[in-house]
């Protein structure tokens, strides 16, 4: 039997193939994938490019997914594994979904000095709190958006805007 750790590590290296997947058709590289009783239900990468679609973040897909897939929009016993620290789009999803547990490998950059996700997820206003795993393959993750942007701003292929 697996522990949770090797678990963890096995769907986190699932959402970074897919992070690698969205780089390749142009969009940022981010993946996410949503896991119920150790099975895959949905997984997403970002498309907010290729789909005009400001909300087409990879967790807003795995979601949406999930949700037809499981027949419900509350996505109970549910754990999300993606490669990026949602953003507050993705994280009023992710409460509303009734997501289980969050794993997440990177941190944003944007808020690496102050605790945001913690402190949304376990606000007192908030009715729904979420079990928040941080730091699985984080190394890798930064590393495949660090070297993204950094291939980005090296090539002629057209700004992100």
Known sequence: MYEIEDLDT?????????????????????????IQD??????GWNSSIICHDPSAHAEIIALRIGGKILGNYRLLGTTLYVTLEPCMMCIGAIIHARIHRLVCGAKNKKSRQTPWLKNILHHPMVNHHISLTTGILEKECASQLNKFFKRRRHTSIPSLK
């Open 10 to 34: 096995i769907w986190m290296r699932h959402a970074i193939t897919l992070a690698a997947y969205a780089e390749i058709i142009g969009e940022i590289s981010v993946g996410a994938v949503l």
């Open 38 to 43: 150790g099975q895959l239900i949905s997984c």
